[in-house]
């Protein structure tokens, strides 16, 4: 018996049209997953900052006095890379870092406030990825980064400040992360 096949007609516009939109559903997927990635990977490591002094014995690490992007001291196990890290990012003056369990922290106040906002801003990116394509976005974002700028001029007269300095790094870090969000989700 001859079978007649059964063939549907697609209308070339309908099926253009949902392409479109597995194709735009996929990149909204993907901004997804960079700022997914991005909560993971320096949350991660904002946890092995925080663990560390906790997890060494007190009087461990103290007096890291170095300089950035140079190892100014040998580290061993998973504590020792987490200093070894904060030893190549940070210049961990001593005099600048929060002590935790008699242990000094891999890097100092603004770096653990920036890390934390960076954190925290990319948390508030995921919430709101709709609204991260508007024009204001970057200018909050930078609007967020200067006012490290004005702590910086201010200590300059008042000398050391610790908590403002730690509370201009959430800002900048919170703003940068507007910054990183905005860039992902802007239309190009």
């Known amino acids: 018996m001859y079978k007649k096949e059964n063939k549907r007609r697609v209308n070339p516009e309908r099926y253009d ?17 960079i700022l997914s ?4 990977g320096f949350g991660a490591l904002l946890l092995l900052f925080l663990i560390s002094p906790v ?4 009087g461990s690490f103290l007096g890291l006095d170095g300089s950035p992007a140079v190892m100014d001291h040998g ?3 998973i504590t020792g890379f987490g200093y070894m890290l904060g030893d190549i990012l940070c210049h961990q003056e001593a005099s600048r870092c929060f002590v935790v369990n008699g242990n000094q ?10 890390l934390i906002g960076l954190v925290a801003g990319l948390v508030v990116c995921r919430l709101m990825e709709e609204r991260l394509s508007e024009k204001g976005i970057p200018l909050m974002g930078l609007i967020l980064v200067a006012i490290t700028g004005i702590e ?3 200590e300059s007269f008042t000398g050391d400040m610790p908590m403002p300095r730690f509370l201009s790094g959430i800002t900048a870090g919170i703003g940068a992360a507007l ?3 905005w860039l992902l989700y802007r239309e190009k």
């Open 55 to 58: 997890i060494n014995p007190s």
């Open 152 to 154: 910086w001029l201010v």
């Open 75 to 77: 580290w061993t196990g």
């Open 105 to 114: 922290m891999p890097i100092c106040i603004r770096d653990l406030g920036l």
């Open 37 to 40: 990635a991005g909560i993971i």
């Open 17 to 33: 049209r949902y392409a479109y939109l597995r194709g735009q559903y996929r990149e909204i997927m993907e901004r997804r997953d």
């Open 179 to 181: 910054i990183l969000g």
